[in-house]
């Protein structure tokens, strides 16, 4: 079974851009959740999409935004980048909604510049 | 949902066993602990969850106090590439997601 697979893989984008972060799940997984990762912030939740809807969303400013489509793809979008937003953006994948048995895709290296 | 606490680093000598202890002295009865890690510029890897039965799988096994206060994730025989960053989450399937904690970076070393 093939795994979550996130593209790009590698962006560059500059301050006041907009980006967006393409995700596909395990198949038969209905559940996705984006994380942000930091070296001085570690490893935090963004959101949740369950069955095209959001189910949980962690505190992050409205410039982050997200969907799921009837196919379990998920995207993400961050609008008006700022230097700060330069991370590793991580999706996981999990059968049910709430579930930390996840699987993480590879991620999504952002540098804003 | 439940505070967990980790070393912040550890070493183990390659072919031993290495114990990671977690603490989660605030768990409460439906609370699930689950154990990831993350190997230097790849997504965090699921390695195994319980309730309060002990459990093993072919990556792990995991521990778990009765009080279930604590638990320890032990890998058999650490290899060089089991150097990671390991993390403890302890969550109710209920309460939705959060962040990750700090973890505990192992070191296997020759």
């Known amino acids: 079974k093939a795994g979550v697979t996130q593209t790009p893989r590698y962006l560059i984008k500059t301050r006041g851009q907009q980006v967006t972060l393409s995700c596909s799940p395990i198949?038969?997984?209905?559940?996705v959740s984006w994380y942000q990762q930091t070296p001085g912030q570690g490893l935090q939740f963004l959101f949740e999409?369950?069955?095209?809807?959001?189910?949980n969303k962690g505190n992050f400013p409205g410039r982050f935004s997200g969907r799921q489509f009837s196919n379990s793809r998920s995207e993400m979008n961050v609008s008006t980048l700022e230097l700060g937003d330069s991370a590793l953006y991580l999706c996981?994948?999990?059968?049910?909604?709430?579930?930390?048995?996840?699987?993480f895709g590879p991620g999504t290296r952002l540098t804003v510049t | 949902d439940a505070k967990t606490t980790q070393p912040t680093s550890m070493d183990c000598a390659e072919g031993r066993a290495a114990n990671l202890p977690c603490n989660h002295s605030?768990?409460?009865?439906?609370?699930?602990v689950y154990w990831y890690r993350q190997i230097h510029s790849q997504g965090p890897q699921y390695i195994i969850h319980?309730?309060?039965n002990n459990e093993t799988n072919e990556m792990a096994s995991l521990i778990i106090t009765e009080d279930r206060k604590s638990s320890t994730l032990i890998l058999p025989h650490a290899t060089l590439r089991d150097t990671a960053v390991y993390y403890c989450?302890?969550?109710?399937?209920?309460?939705?997601?959060?962040?990750f904690g700090d973890g505990t970076t192992l070191t296997v070393k020759p």
């Open positions: 996981a994948s999990s059968y049910y909604t709430n579930s930390y048995e996840q699987y």
């Open positions: 198949s038969g997984h209905r559940s």
């Open positions: 999409y369950f069955s095209e809807t959001q189910r």
């Open positions: 605030t768990i409460s009865g439906n609370e699930y």
């Open positions: 319980g309730l309060k």
């Open positions: 989450i302890v969550r109710d399937t209920n309460a939705g997601k959060s962040t």
